[in-house]
């Protein structure tokens, strides 16, 4: 019978469970965080140093579903700066950016600015000074899931990532899990 996980991925951590590149020998990885199944894999990737809601199954087919692009996918990021409205507009629109080499358009998603900052646990790596200027909160709500798409889309329109965090996938919440927690689901919600 299948399992499922849900896991608040921490900072610093490789979303996968063994590497074979002597490089990444040095990173932490999900096997570190619990004692999982024979047979579990990341539903998805959070690249090192994204953080939050990562889901982990025995399911192989579940794990296709859900990357297969209709699933959507909820992120907030902390932008370097005041990020205006018509720029969060940009992003809901789509825009492009560079994935292997080549240009790419993303298509269209949802996008607002949050009206204040989301409470999250402190990073192990803090962000920045507060004194290099101001920061604002968004939403982003993909479908699709290309290689480090958030952070290059609010690259594209000028405000730089400085964190992100995954709160949804499909109708699974990060809610009030601290970097690191591992849930036990009786089954996924899609």
């Known amino acids: 019978m299948a ?17 074979n590149q002597k490089a990444a020998k040095k990173f932490k990885l999900l096997g570190e965080l619990h004692d999982f199944p024979e047979g579990t894999m990341a539903v998805g990737r959070l690249d090192k140093d994204s953080e939050g809601l990562l889901l982990l199954t ?7 579903k859900i990357t297969a692009g209709n699933s959507e996918k909820e992120y ?19 825009v492009e950016i ?8 993303t298509i ?15 990073r192990a790596k803090k962000i920045r000074d507060p004194r290099h ?3 604002s909160w968004i939403s982003i709500t993909l479908t699709e899931g290309k290689f480090r ?12 990532t400085l964190r992100l965090v995954r709160v949804r996938i499909g109708n699974e919440m990060l809610e009030n899990m601290q970097p690191g927690e591992v849930k036990e ?3 996924v919600r899609l």
Do not use: R
């Open 185 to 187: 689901l009786e089954k």
């Open 76 to 94: 907030y990021v902390q932008v370097d700066g005041i990020i205006p409205d018509e720029k969060v507009k940009l992003l809901e629109k789509g």
């Open 133 to 135: 200027g101001p920061t």
């Open 98 to 105: 560079s994935i292997q080499g080549k240009s790419y358009q």
């Open 149 to 160: 798409q958030v952070k290059k889309m609010t690259a594209a329109v000028g405000y730089p």
């Open 3 to 19: 399992q499922h996980f849900k896991i608040y991925k921490p900072y610093g951590f490789l979303s996968q469970f063994i590497t």
């Open 108 to 122: 269209p998603c949802k996008a607002f600015k949050l009206e204040e900052a989301p409470e999250f646990p402190e």
């Open 58 to 64: 025995t399911n192989g087919k579940l794990s296709t």
